[in-house]
């Protein structure tokens, strides 16, 4: 493992043999990969990529929870990549030769006729692979892309074992391959059926838990420099003061209202509002110290336009009925438009990782009546099955571009053939944007 501090590269008995630092330049190394579970697996170099890669080469502030997705999302990866599980057709392709090599080294060993001897190790070979790809189809350490093609695979087998392996057993008169071919092709359809069925009821699992997580990063941050684009918690007492009164003098042509304070620190930590003359604030008052203030210049302007940011999570719905309170924006002449995500953008986007909690199945049940009404029956069964997908998922260099991709295109309030932005709800007008990311 490289020292990030020197780049001189320790290999294990250097690291225990200097007391985990550095044989050169004595800098202590964060962790140790040789101690911790192989599908976890960190070293400092990696680790300190993970912070290059999220902050856009230290040119963006990021969140704590967004680094946590980050390294989730590359674990996962290289999990699947040392497994059985990516690309599962060509492995299968690659099985046949050590398959056919077995084949004959157990006719030979044993002294029998390949004739009797294949088609058995075929079959053994053959059930455990069907077995195989078929736990992974349900994995939920997997991605919705690796479990597909996983289902994929299955396909193929039926039709390898069906149109090819039934034919070459009658050709050979084997009744072993014979009866293999046929039932292991049934079951491998069958499989590939009953594991597209399941596939709605199987959720995205963390490979590493967040208590876990705050461990590694407290254990960096007490060894190395923590990286100033880091965000800390949101706290009042650390924002900008107050504006001043000529510039109160003033409006913004837009706000956008987040359901986090973590969303509105990211934004404005990386002058979002500046460079897109908008207020930013939260539905629970964020910025304390400005919200009283922001919120005077901005019902000065009759032609604002309403942004509302959110999770896609049952509470992060109840942010677009609470922008018609009266102490928000009750004028039905001013906009709401929904940039926030919604079930249906991102229920079949097999590249998106969809976690699931039994605390939002319980809030996606108790919402009222008229927002569940606004929610097709998918999105609602989504919902209450305790599936959620945070704004903190997406990096944020790509959470600005989709944000400021959004309000370039809700310029004109219409319906135009081939874009995104559609009338949800005409009185009060509500507007959402039907793609996200």
Same mark, same amino acid.
Request: hydrophobic share 45%; net charge neutral; charged share 15%.
């Given at each position: 493992?490289?020292?990030?501090s020197?780049g001189?590269?320790n290999?294990?008995?250097d690291?225990?043999? =200097?007391?985990g630092r550095?044989?050169s330049? =004595?800098?202590?190394?964060?962790f140790?990969?040789?101690? @911790?579970?192989?599908?976890?697996?960190?070293?400092?170099?990696?680790?300190?990529?993970l912070?290059?890669?999220? !902050?856009?080469?230290?040119?963006?502030?990021?969140?704590p929870?967004?680094?946590?997705?980050?390294?989730?999302?590359r674990?996962?990866s290289? &999990?699947?990549?040392?497994?059985?599980?990516a =690309?599962?057709?060509p492995?299968?392709?690659?099985?046949a030769?050590? /398959?056919?090599?077995?084949?004959?080294w157990?006719s030979? &060993?044993?002294?029998?006729s390949?004739n009797?001897?294949?088609?058995i190790v075929?079959s /053994? *070979?053959?059930?455990?692979i069907?077995?195989?790809v078929?736990?992974?189809?349900? !994995?939920?350490?997997?991605?919705r892309?690796? $479990?597909q093609?996983n289902?994929?695979a299955?396909?193929?087998?039926? #039709?390898?074992?069906?149109?090819? #392996?039934?034919?070459?057993?009658i050709?050979?008169?084997?009744?072993?391959?014979? /009866?293999?071919?046929i039932?292991?092709?049934?079951?491998?359809?069958?499989l590939?059926?009953?594991?597209?069925?399941?596939?709605?009821? /199987?959720?995205?699992k963390f490979?590493?838990?967040k208590?876990?997580?705050?461990?590694?990063?407290?254990?960096? @941050?007490s060894?190395?420099?923590?990286?100033?684009?880091?965000l800390?918690?949101?706290?009042?007492?650390?924002?900008?003061?107050?504006?001043?009164?000529?510039?109160?003098?003033?409006?913004?042509? $837009?706000?956008?209202?987040?359901?986090?304070?973590? +969303?509105?620190q990211?934004?404005i930590?990386?002058?979002?509002?500046f460079? %897109?003359?908008?207020a +930013?604030?939260?539905?629970?008052?964020?910025?304390?110290?400005i919200?009283a203030?922001?919120?005077? @210049?901005?019902?000065?302007n009759?032609d604002?336009?309403?942004?509302a940011?959110? =999770?896609?999570?049952p509470?992060?719905?109840?942010?677009?009925?609470?922008? $018609?309170?009266?102490?928000?924006?009750?004028?039905?002449?001013?906009?709401i +438009?929904d940039?926030?995500?919604l079930?249906r953008?991102? @229920?079949?986007?097999?590249?998106?990782?969809?976690?699931?909690?039994?605390s939002s199945?319980r809030t !996606?049940?108790?919402?009222p009546?008229?927002?569940?009404?606004?929610? %097709?029956?998918?999105?609602?069964?989504?919902?209450? *099955?305790?599936?959620?997908?945070?704004?903190?998922?997406?990096?944020?260099?790509?959470?600005?571009?989709?944000?400021? $991709?959004?309000? %370039?295109?809700?310029?004109?309030?219409?319906?135009?053939e081939? #874009?995104?932005m559609?009338?949800?709800d005409?009185s009060p007008? &509500?507007?959402?944007?039907?793609?996200?990311?």
């Open positions: 493992m490289k020292c990030i020197c001189t590269d290999n294990l008995k690291r225990t043999g =200097n007391m550095c044989k330049c =004595n800098h202590p190394f964060a140790e990969p040789t101690a @911790m579970p192989t599908n976890t697996k960190l070293t400092d170099p990696f680790f300190a990529k912070i290059i890669d999220i !902050s856009a080469n230290n040119t963006l502030f990021f969140t929870r967004q680094l946590y997705y980050l390294l989730d999302k674990l996962r290289r &999990f699947i990549r040392a497994g059985f599980a =690309n599962p057709i492995v299968i392709g690659c099985s030769f050590p /398959i056919i090599f077995a084949s004959f157990a030979g &060993f044993f002294n029998l390949p009797f001897v294949a088609p075929v /053994i *070979a053959a059930t455990a069907v077995w195989l078929s736990q992974n189809a349900l !994995s939920p350490q997997l991605n892309r690796t $479990r093609e289902i994929t299955l396909k193929v087998l039926a #039709g390898i074992l069906l149109l090819a #392996g039934l034919p070459v057993s050709i050979i008169k084997t009744p072993i391959g014979i /009866i293999f071919s039932g292991l092709g049934i079951a491998a359809a069958w590939s059926w009953d594991c597209q069925r399941q596939q709605s009821q /199987i959720f995205d490979l590493i838990e208590t876990q997580f705050d461990t590694w990063l407290d254990r960096w @941050m060894i190395n420099n923590l990286s100033e684009k880091m800390p918690l949101p706290l009042a007492n650390g924002l900008p003061a107050a504006p001043n009164p000529q510039v109160t003098a003033y409006s913004f042509d $837009r706000v956008v209202v987040c359901d986090k304070s973590s +969303i509105a990211l934004l930590s990386n002058n979002f509002h460079e %897109n003359n908008c +930013i604030l939260t539905i629970d008052g964020y910025p304390q110290n919200f203030t922001t919120m005077e @210049m901005l019902h000065r009759p604002l336009k309403v942004y940011l959110h =999770n896609c999570s509470s992060g719905f109840k942010l677009i009925s609470r922008l $018609r309170e009266e102490t928000w924006f009750p004028n039905p002449a001013i906009p +438009i940039v926030g995500i079930p953008q991102i @229920m079949d986007n097999i590249d998106v990782m969809t976690p699931q909690s039994r199945a !996606s049940q108790q919402l009546p008229d927002i569940r009404a606004s929610l %097709n029956p998918e999105e609602l069964a989504w919902l209450d *099955a305790g599936c959620y997908l945070e704004l903190e998922s997406f990096p944020p260099q790509k959470l600005i571009q989709i944000l400021h $991709r959004a309000i %370039n295109e809700s310029r004109e309030l219409a319906v135009i081939g #874009g995104d559609v009338i949800i005409s007008v &509500f507007y959402a944007v039907e793609s996200f990311g």
